[in-house]
């Protein structure tokens, strides 16, 4: 130690593992990236079917609800909360933008800025809950969810909206581009632009890096100067938009409006972000391995199914990987200077 | 006579029938590291708090070069040019040390890519924050854009008190910065101290390490049920005489 400095000596670490863990620390997207990679070149080998332009197509179909809600997700889950009603709201604004473009009679670009407020409000309302009531996030969406999922059905009447009924710009989500025999449906055009927005967002403005500073350390970013209220609902509030937008995707996916669809949103949606290297207690991940991780849930379902593997053997697989996705997160958070 | 940089004149903060600062008295003085020692429960972090904006007194003034200044909150304070480090510390671990030194008052890019797509202008941050920290001498941090939660308590402590340092224009309070460090990096981090005070910004230490406040401080203030009962100097008094009149055993001196 020197007389006139304070310096401080940077450790070295040496073992394999230690090593790995300060990699996957600072590069959170390899581990899910590796996982996606691996199940692609296994997946081909069993069935040469997998890795065809009509198959992967479909895969990025398959995903993209899924992606986009897991977007919102995302943002709520690195301040350390929960959405448990992320589904709820897509779905719910599906249905109210569909019967404002049929029923109501609204026009449908109004119907669908319509449809976009309602799921902005409902995270906002998730939003006031967690910061103003100061209720935990997974109790305000539980409850939300329940509230959402029976508003639903009190204002579809439990029907489903076909969407032959619907204004084209309703369903125009489902449409696609041709690449070759590679299909880009429009819905998944729109989910890639805000995975590239919101990744730019949350690395280069400082709302992303309080978003992150939030989730780390409430307390410390309060003492910092950061109005941690302000950045949670800010939070809630873009991921309703999120979820009403995912709801668009849903229609022109389904073809239809209906108010029976997307109970499992809810849970796949974390998973995907799980699975993405996303750290359940904040502060940790980003949207880059959420899209990784949606398109391991893609990858797995649809790989698993080519191979032969029966549907509820494909949920057991799942499950497992996100157990594992879950104990490396408390492995790499648990890495030391 | 100098005004003193930052002073409290009888302040009061009741919570319900507890009276934790009772008509308490603060000054400290341009270029000088001002301890301030006393038992628990003697009022300590209430006249911190209150001198940082975090709690607002009932009564009683304070004055920043001789100025009366009202802070409704920690963000007055700072605004005003104290800066204070928490014994919390108040960094974020999974940011890096560049994002830390600049949490809350970020810096965007100049023109359209600032104002239209709020971009942070990471290499001028990034530089400044180096840039701040070797001027504390703590150069062999080198990788600016380490993440914090890498970093040793003593680094972690060093990357805050830069950070109130850098931005600190009057003023800087340090809470108990060496209570969580080993010898060795509480060695660094006092000599840390030193630096801020040479290079013009005087700092108030709150601390139970009494060999630590001894070693650096230049007065020390002594708080004793609510009031500052006295100052002295490590010059004046010994370790021991301090400790007798911070808990009542020996009479304040004068």
């Given at each position: 130690?020197?007389?006139?400095?304070?310096?401080?000596?940077?450790?070295?670490?040496?073992?394999?593992?230690?090593?790995?863990?300060?990699?996957?620390?600072?590069?959170?997207?390899?581990?899910?990236?590796?996982?996606?990679?691996?199940?692609?070149?296994?997946?081909?080998?069993?069935?040469?079917?997998?890795?065809?332009?009509?198959?992967?197509?479909?895969?990025?179909?398959?995903?993209?609800?899924?992606?986009?809600?897991?977007?919102?997700?995302?943002?709520?889950?690195?301040?350390?909360?929960?959405?448990?009603?992320?589904?709820?709201?897509?779905?719910?604004?599906?249905?109210?933008?569909?019967?404002?473009?049929?029923?109501?009679?609204?026009?449908?670009?109004?119907?669908?800025?319509?449809?976009?407020?309602?799921?902005?409000?409902?995270?906002?309302?998730?939003?006031?809950?967690?910061?103003?009531?100061?209720?935990?996030?997974?109790?305000?969406?539980?409850?939300?969810?329940?509230?959402?999922?029976?508003?639903?059905?009190?204002?579809?009447?439990?029907?489903?909206?076909?969407?032959?009924?619907?204004?084209?710009?309703?369903?125009?989500?489902?449409?696609?581009?041709?690449?070759?025999?590679?299909?880009?449906?429009?819905?998944?055009?729109?989910?890639?632009?805000?995975?590239?927005?919101?990744?730019?967002?949350?690395?280069?403005?400082?709302?992303?890096?309080?978003?992150?500073?939030?989730?780390?350390?409430?307390?410390?970013?309060?003492?910092?100067?950061?109005?941690?209220?302000?950045?949670?609902?800010?939070?809630?509030?873009?991921?309703?938009?999120?979820?009403?937008?995912?709801?668009?995707?849903?229609?022109?996916?389904?073809?239809?409006?209906?108010?029976?669809?997307?109970?499992?949103?809810?849970?796949?949606?974390?998973?995907?972000?799980?699975?993405?290297?996303?750290?359940?207690?904040?502060?940790?991940?980003?949207?880059?391995?959420?899209?990784?991780?949606?398109?391991?849930?893609?990858?797995?379902?649809?790989?698993?199914?080519?191979?032969?593997?029966?549907?509820?053997?494909?949920?057991?697989?799942?499950?497992?990987?996100?157990?594992?996705?879950?104990?490396?997160?408390?492995?790499?958070?648990?890495?030391?200077? | 006579?100098?005004?003193?940089?930052?002073?409290?004149?009888?302040?009061?903060?009741?919570?319900?029938?507890?009276?934790?600062?009772?008509?308490?008295?603060?000054?400290?003085?341009?270029?000088?590291?001002?301890?301030?020692?006393?038992?628990?429960?003697?009022?300590?972090?209430?006249?911190?708090?209150?001198?940082?904006?975090?709690?607002?007194?009932?009564?009683?003034?304070?004055?920043?070069?001789?100025?009366?200044?009202?802070?409704?909150?920690?963000?007055?304070?700072?605004?005003?040019?104290?800066?204070?480090?928490?014994?919390?510390?108040?960094?974020?671990?999974?940011?890096?040390?560049?994002?830390?030194?600049?949490?809350?008052?970020?810096?965007?890019?100049?023109?359209?890519?600032?104002?239209?797509?709020?971009?942070?202008?990471?290499?001028?941050?990034?530089?400044?924050?180096a840039r701040h920290m070797s001027e504390l001498g703590v150069g062999t941090l080198q990788n600016i854009g380490q993440a914090v939660e890498s970093l040793s308590g003593g680094q972690r402590q060093a990357v805050a008190v830069a950070r109130s340092a850098a931005f600190g224009s009057k003023v800087v309070i340090l809470d108990e910065p060496t209570a969580a460090l080993g010898?060795?990096?509480?060695?660094?981090?006092?000599?840390?101290?030193?630096?801020?005070?040479?290079?013009?910004?005087?700092?108030?230490?709150?601390?139970?390490?009494?060999?630590?406040?001894?070693?650096?401080?230049?007065?020390?203030?002594?708080?004793?049920?609510?009031?500052?009962?006295?100052?002295?100097?490590?010059?004046?008094?010994?370790?021991?005489?301090?400790?007798?009149?911070?808990?009542?055993?020996?009479?304040?001196?004068?």
């Amino acid at each position: 130690m020197g007389t006139t400095t304070a310096d401080f000596e940077v450790r070295r670490h040496d073992s394999i593992g230690l090593r790995l863990q300060h990699l996957l620390h600072g590069n959170p997207v390899l581990g899910p990236l590796a996982v996606l990679v691996l199940a692609i070149v296994a997946f081909s080998i069993v069935n040469g079917k997998f890795f065809s332009a009509a198959n992967l197509s479909l895969v990025l179909l398959q995903v993209t609800v899924i992606a986009m809600l897991a977007l919102g997700q995302t943002l709520i889950i690195l301040t350390a909360g929960i959405d448990l009603s992320a589904g709820a709201i897509a779905v719910f604004s599906s249905i109210l933008m569909a019967l404002f473009a049929t029923d109501a009679g609204v026009p449908a670009p109004l119907a669908l800025l319509l449809g976009f407020a309602c799921g902005t409000a409902m995270g906002a309302l998730n939003g006031i809950l967690v910061t103003r009531i100061k209720l935990p996030p997974f109790i305000v969406t539980l409850g939300t969810l329940t509230i959402f999922f029976s508003l639903n059905s009190v204002v579809s009447n439990s029907e489903t909206v076909r969407g032959a009924d619907m204004p084209g710009l309703m369903t125009w989500t489902g449409d696609a581009i041709p690449i070759g025999s590679f299909r880009l449906s429009y819905g998944s055009i729109i989910m890639l632009l805000l995975f590239g927005f919101f990744a730019y967002a949350l690395s280069s403005t400082a709302w992303g890096k309080h978003v992150y500073a939030t989730g780390d350390d409430i307390e410390a970013a309060r003492l910092a100067g950061i109005r941690t209220g302000r950045v949670l609902f800010s939070v809630y509030t873009t991921a309703g938009l999120l979820y009403a937008v995912a709801g668009w995707i849903l229609i022109g996916r389904l073809a239809s409006a209906s108010p029976n669809v997307g109970t499992e949103y809810n849970l796949d949606s974390i998973t995907a972000v799980v699975l993405g290297g996303t750290s359940l207690f904040g502060g940790r991940g980003g949207v880059v391995g959420t899209l990784v991780g949606a398109l391991i849930v893609g990858v797995f379902r649809n790989g698993l199914q080519l191979a032969g593997v029966e549907v509820v053997w494909q949920g057991f697989a799942i499950g497992l990987l996100v157990l594992v996705a879950v104990s490396i997160d408390q492995w790499i958070r648990k890495v030391k200077g | 006579m100098t005004t003193p940089v930052l002073e409290a004149k009888g302040l009061i903060k009741r919570y319900g029938r507890v009276v934790a600062i009772d008509g308490s008295d603060l000054d400290l003085m341009p270029g000088e590291i001002l301890a301030v020692i006393g038992d628990n429960g003697a009022g300590k972090s209430s006249l911190i708090k209150a001198l940082s904006g975090a709690v607002v007194p009932d009564s009683g003034e304070i004055f920043l070069d001789g100025d009366p200044v009202h802070f409704r909150n920690p963000m007055d304070a700072r605004a005003a040019g104290i800066e204070t480090v928490y014994q919390t510390l108040a960094v974020a671990p999974g940011l890096d040390i560049a994002d830390n030194l600049f949490l809350g008052r970020e810096q965007r890019m100049p023109g359209v890519l600032g104002s239209v797509f709020r971009m942070l202008d990471r290499k001028t941050m990034r530089s400044e924050a180096a840039r701040h920290m070797s001027e504390l001498g703590v150069g062999t941090l080198q990788n600016i854009g380490q993440a914090v939660e890498s970093l040793s308590g003593g680094q972690r402590q060093a990357v805050a008190v830069a950070r109130s340092a850098a931005f600190g224009s009057k003023v800087v309070i340090l809470d108990e910065p060496t209570a969580a460090l080993g010898v060795k990096e509480s060695n660094r981090v006092l000599q840390l101290i030193r630096d801020v005070r040479d290079r013009g910004l005087p700092v108030i230490l709150i601390s139970h390490n009494m060999p630590h406040v001894f070693e650096i401080a230049d007065r020390i203030h002594i708080q004793r049920l609510g009031r500052r009962i006295a100052v002295i100097t490590p010059q004046s008094h010994s370790m021991s005489d301090a400790v007798a009149i911070m808990t009542g055993a020996q009479p304040p001196p004068g």
